[in-house]
């Protein structure tokens, strides 16, 4: 997928993307009496039928034909179910705060692993900013605080957290490995598609009363989250995978923000400290690849 050189756009269209994420909490709160597999099937099931009516609408079907690299379509849908399941249940057994920073330790596994899966040189200027990255994740989930009470749901819950980041890391490193065989859109299509066979069961479990109920609800949260996706993928596929991973910190600042201003939950300073050590990294690591590309 082509990228213009010097252009922001795709670190716009990544930091867009995970904010728009952070709004996830926000829809999980008003969905009643459902499962997360049942919820998510849902999203996911809206969100796919909203990509083929798009591309239907705009011709643009073709794009959606596998060609080259097939395996790799069908391991990003597998990523992205594993992903979901073991992020909801590691917030199941240990908390959301716990649950926030083992996903994002994804960026630690792209840094490790993308220089070699993806013949990307390693960027010693990409150091500082996840330093800082990993800082304001540490800040946002206060870990002092929690893990004085471990015990063994605790333990299973960072067991799924540890799953669930480096899912998430090897899932970023297979967008940015297909990003010339395929569209953003194309991506989030078979991304979807397959993880919603994985997610299956737990949908034909929910009673019909319960999915009519939450109805308007979840085809907001499908359209809004897959809207996100979309910008997401697009960005992601033109930028460095090390440098998209630590963009994607945005999102729990998004979600906290989300959390404090629509829930009404409490904002502690060092969740206020978290997001700005994350905002800081960001920044720096989209001006330092920006100078890079001239």
């Known amino acids: 997928m082509p990228v213009q050189k010097n252009s922001l756009n795709p670190y716009l269209e990544v930091v867009t993307g995970s904010i728009i994420y952070g709004t996830i909490g926000v829809f999980l709160d008003k969905i009643?009496?459902?499962?997360t597999g049942s919820i998510l099937f849902s999203r996911l099931f809206f969100g796919l039928c909203m990509i083929f009516?798009?591309?239907?609408l705009n011709r643009g079907l073709g794009q959606l034909k596998p060609h080259k690299n097939k395996r790799y379509l069908l391991l990003l849908g597998l990523l992205n179910a594993i992903t979901g399941i073991c992020y909801f249940s590691s917030i199941r057994y240990s908390g959301v705060s716990v649950a926030v920073l083992l996903l994002y330790t994804a960026p630690v596994y792209v840094n490790l692993f993308a220089p070699?899966?993806?013949?990307?040189?390693?960027?010693?200027?990409?150091?500082l900013p996840l330093l800082l990255a990993i800082t304001g994740v540490l800040l946002i989930a206060r870990p002092g605080e929690i893990l004085g009470h471990?015990?063994?749901?605790?333990?299973?819950?960072?067991?799924?957290g540890l799953l669930s980041g480096l899912s998430f890391g090897a899932?970023?490193?297979?967008?940015?490995?297909?990003?010339d065989d395929y569209s953003g859109i194309a991506q989030t299509f078979w991304l979807i598609g397959i993880s919603l066979l994985f997610m299956?069961?737990?949908?034909?479990?929910t009673p019909t009363t319960v999915f009519v109920k939450n109805l308007d609800i979840l085809l907001l949260f499908s359209l809004t989250i897959t809207f996100a996706a979309i910008i997401y993928l697009i960005g992601i596929s033109g930028i460095r995978a090390q440098t998209g991973s630590i963009l994607a910190l945005v999102e729990p600042v998004s979600g906290i923000?989300?959390?404090?201003?629509?829930?009404?939950?409490?904002?502690?300073?060092?969740?206020?400290?978290?997001?700005?050590?994350?905002?800081?990294?960001?920044?720096?690591?989209?001006?330092r690849d920006k100078v890079g590309l001239k």
């Open 32 to 35: 009643q009496n459902m499962s």
């Open 53 to 56: 009516v798009y591309l239907l």
């Open 116 to 127: 070699s899966i993806l013949g990307e040189h390693s960027n010693s200027n990409s150091v």
């Open 150 to 160: 471990a015990g063994p749901e605790f333990q299973k819950g960072l067991l799924f």
């Open 171 to 179: 899932n970023i490193i297979t967008i940015r490995y297909l990003r």
């Open 200 to 205: 299956l069961p737990a949908a034909l479990s």
């Open 257 to 287: 923000f989300f959390d404090v201003t629509v829930l009404k939950n409490p904002l502690y300073i060092s969740t206020f400290l978290g997001c700005v050590f994350i905002l800081t990294a960001a920044y720096v690591i989209s001006k």
